[in-house]
């Protein structure tokens, strides 16, 4: 454990192989990291009260936070954090509480609030605010604050996904082999 990554309760993150967490970001808790994810420097991936899970290949960038609503009197369930396979997550993006699918593009600065639920596929545009509870739905791009369905998406950016989420792949690598 470094001092990035580190236990709380009891709990310590799990990673999974080649997973790339920069000295600069910080991992707590209950945290589970597919194989080949990239957290990227500034990022705060904060499972304390309530559980975060990424898939293979997810890359979250610089200055985003991931965290989570507990479960309490306000919310019997809590909202748990869950990020699919492929995403590629902006540059200082907040997830709080969401639902992400596989193949997912968050634009630069978007937040994403408890109960949303982003269906695979999807683009949602830099600056975006996604609503508590708002579902949106696979092969769209969403933008706006709240967002709004603007198009589906075209064969390039369907295509797009698997490429981006490669490129972080390879470039987590070069990170890892410079350690
Ligand atoms: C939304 C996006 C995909 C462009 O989609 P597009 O359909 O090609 O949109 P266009 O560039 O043709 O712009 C269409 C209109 O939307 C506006 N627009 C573009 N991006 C926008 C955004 N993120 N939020 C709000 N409006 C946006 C444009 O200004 C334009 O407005 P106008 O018709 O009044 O002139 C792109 O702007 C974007 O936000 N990409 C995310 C990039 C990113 O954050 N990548 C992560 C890198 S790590």
Redesign the pocket.
Do not use: D, F, N, Y
């Given at each position: 454990m470094t001092n990035s990554i580190r236990a709380l309760r009891g709990i310590e993150p799990k990673l999974g192989e080649r997973v790339y967490v920069d000295p600069a970001a910080v991992v707590i808790g209950d945290v589970e990291l597919g194989d080949d994810v990239s957290v990227w420097p500034c990022t705060v991936v904060r499972g304390d009260m309530h559980r975060i899970r990424i898939g293979a290949r997810t890359?979250v960038?610089d200055n985003s936070t991931l965290h989570i609503t507990h479960a309490g009197p306000f919310n019997p369930d809590g909202w748990p954090l869950t990020i699919g396979e492929d995403v590629?997550?902006?540059?200082g993006v907040t997830l709080h509480g969401c639902t992400i699918g596989n193949q997912v593009?968050?634009?630069?600065?978007?937040t994403v609030l408890d109960g949303a639920v982003v269906e695979d596929k999807v683009?949602?545009?830099?600056?975006?605010l996604v609503p508590p509870g708002k579902r949106l739905v696979s092969g769209y791009?969403y933008?706006?604050?709240p967002v709004e369905q603007?198009?589906p998406l075209k064969e390039k950016?369907l295509n797009f996904f698997t490429y981006?989420a490669g490129n972080y792949v390879r470039l987590k690598d070069e990170y890892l082999a410079a350690e």
């Open positions: 890359s960038q590629t997550i902006g540059h593009l968050i634009g630069i600065g978007s683009v949602i545009g830099a600056g975006s791009l933008m706006g604050s603007r198009r950016e981006t």
